[in-house]
């Protein structure tokens, strides 16, 4: 079965509201990181966590190695923020993408 | 900073051609993985090298892929007799070494691989 599983797998927002995706992890997991995939294809450094929490702007991450899972939070959506947003972990240096989340911010 | 560099940007071969797509990573970074990008099976990873040395090619087919890191400013992803189900976006990221074997990884733009 899939090692990191992504959630939802697709999310419409309205502008300005807020959301949570989340990746749970089937073991255990040393780092994890997010990345957002713009509609050109570049993978964008988010986030890069070791347990615990990291903030930047609109977005904030938590991971929690105990509980096996990350999330990610969303506040006041932007249009900018449409993407595909992956996790992706480590577990001892092989990094398991999740298979991603199409986030859609509507106007 | 230029950031991860993949040349070429877009390739298209005819079945049965070699393609060879090469990464540059970011100067400084020892460790270089390569990804394979596709709808259906989303982000697989391939190799791994850390400073030029193959650690991990368990994500690599058996058959016609090959990699290599000659120096370190640069790996290259070889495919034999490209099929069709070789097309996707192959993805090179690079990063420092960390503790405990954690890597925060840098990814180039991609190299879309056509095979016609």
């Known amino acids: 079965g899939d090692k990191v599983k992504q959630s939802p797998s697709a999310l419409s927002l309205q502008e300005g509201t807020n959301s949570a995706l989340r990746c749970n992890f089937s073991?255990?997991?040393?780092?994890v990181q997010w990345f957002l995939q713009n509609p050109r294809g570049s993978l964008m450094n988010l986030f890069y966590l070791v347990p615990g929490t990291k903030e930047n702007g609109r977005l904030k991450s938590a991971f929690d190695s105990k509980e096996s899972y990350s999330t990610l939070h969303i506040r006041d959506a932007q249009l900018e923020d449409s993407g595909t947003y992956f996790c992706a972990a480590d577990f001892a240096y092989k990094v398991i993408f999740g298979k991603g989340t199409h986030l859609h911010v509507l106007p | 900073n230029a950031g991860v560099i993949q040349t070429p940007r877009h390739k298209v071969t005819g079945k049965g051609q070699e393609a060879t797509l090469w990464c540059e990573p970011i100067?400084?970074?020892?460790?270089v993985f390569w990804y394979r990008q596709t709808i259906v099976q989303g982000l697989e990873f391939l190799t791994y090298f850390r400073n030029q040395a193959p650690i991990d090619d368990s994500g690599m087919p058996k058959e016609r892929f090959s990699a290599q890191m000659p120096n370190q400013s640069h790996s290259t992803l070889k495919i034999q007799s490209t099929q069709p189900q070789d097309s996707a976006v192959y993805l090179c990221?690079?990063?420092?070494?960390?503790?405990?074997?954690?890597?925060?990884?840098?990814f180039g733009p991609g190299t879309r691989l056509t095979v016609l």
């Open positions: 073991i255990a997991a040393t780092t």
């Open positions: 100067s400084g970074h020892s460790a």
């Open positions: 990221a690079s990063s420092s070494p960390g503790t405990g074997g954690a890597y925060e990884q840098y």
